[in-house]
């Protein structure tokens, strides 16, 4: 075999072996629901239908520091005796990031097994995934990964898999372990200069992370917002919504470095309110795969 030949079929092998991960991921429309209590209305149930919406990712509760007890949960969600909808719940915990500055024994068991039985009083069926979210940083690192390590263990004994949040900053750190990633492509910016960009999503503090993502080693969706950022700053009331275009600007960008990123898409996140804010087109287009 001639050289060249050689030459292009290892480079054919190399490219296989690069997408055969990401060749099968299966499709997938998705948002999260981040209310204290579960509760659909007829709006949102007709766009979970419109748009195909097969997944929810619902904050069941929050995990707070307390100085006498160590992380406690807080803002459990209530939930109705009967959900309005065949969606798929992914019960999602968001900690705050000081918890994860010192480990705590038995964390991992306690959080599993109150989403267990969360599901369990609610009459939540079919779990197959919980999701934990943190902003954690290189001072955390270390200690949120080898949690996750126990939340996946304790989740694949109730025959649950694990997914976390990335946020654009945790792309320049080792993969954490779990079995999927939701990349945050929202709160993008530093909301402290919100009169220079938009501090909900900004094409210019996305695209230095971008070069990260071809060899990020783990499964990723996206995640974009939908939502309005409203602050009152020294008397000031200062509203940031972010356009469409702006939305699928991102999302092309992103979706070039990334296969897995065009198969799954996720919205953040579900209410009449942010349903309202953009046309059926611009939904259509942002869960285009």
């Known amino acids: 075999m001639a050289k060249?030949?050689?030459?292009?079929?290892?480079?054919?092998l190399v490219t296989?072996?690069?997408t055969t991960p990401t060749a099968d991921v299966e499709q997938m429309n998705a948002v999260y629901y981040w209310r204290t209590e579960l509760r659909l209305d007829t709006a949102e149930t007709n766009f979970i239908s419109r748009h195909n919406v097969s997944r929810i990712y619902c904050r069941y509760f929050d995990v707070v520091m307390n100085d006498a007890s160590g992380p406690v949960p807080h803002a459990t969600i209530s939930m109705p005796e009967h959900l309005a909808t065949d969606a798929e719940i992914v019960p999602t915990v968001f900690?705050?990031?000081?918890?994860m500055h010192h480990s705590h024994d038995s964390l991992a068991q306690r959080i599993v097994n109150r989403i267990v039985q969360m599901n369990?009083?609610?009459?939540v069926k079919g779990v197959k995934e919980i999701q934990i979210d943190c902003d954690y940083t290189r001072r955390s690192r270390e200690t949120y990964y080898a949690f996750l390590d126990q939340v996946r263990t304790e989740a694949q004994r109730h025959g649950m898999r694990l997914s976390t949040t990335i946020r654009l900053h945790q792309l320049s750190m080792p993969p954490p372990p779990a079995d999927e990633g939701v990349l945050m492509l929202y709160n993008t910016g530093d909301p402290a200069r919100f009169m220079?960009?938009?501090?909900?999503?900004?094409?210019?503090?996305?695209q230095p992370y971008l070069p990260h993502l071809a060899d990020y080693d783990l499964q990723l969706c996206a995640a974009y917002p939908v939502f309005l950022w409203q602050r009152d700053i020294h008397g000031v009331h200062v509203e940031h919504t972010v356009s469409g275009?702006?939305?699928l600007e991102v999302k092309h960008a992103v979706e070039r470095e990334r296969n897995d990123m065009r198969q799954r898409i996720v919205t953040y996140h579900l209410s009449e309110e942010n349903i309202n804010r953009y046309n059926t087109r611009t939904y259509e287009e942002i869960y285009r795969h």
């Open 4 to 12: 060249q030949g050689i030459i292009a079929l290892l480079t054919l």
């Open 16 to 18: 296989a072996c690069a």
């Open 95 to 99: 900690i705050v990031e000081d918890c």
């Open 120 to 123: 369990e009083t609610h009459g």
């Open 196 to 206: 220079e960009r938009n501090p909900i999503l900004d094409m210019r503090d996305v």
């Open 245 to 247: 275009e702006e939305i």
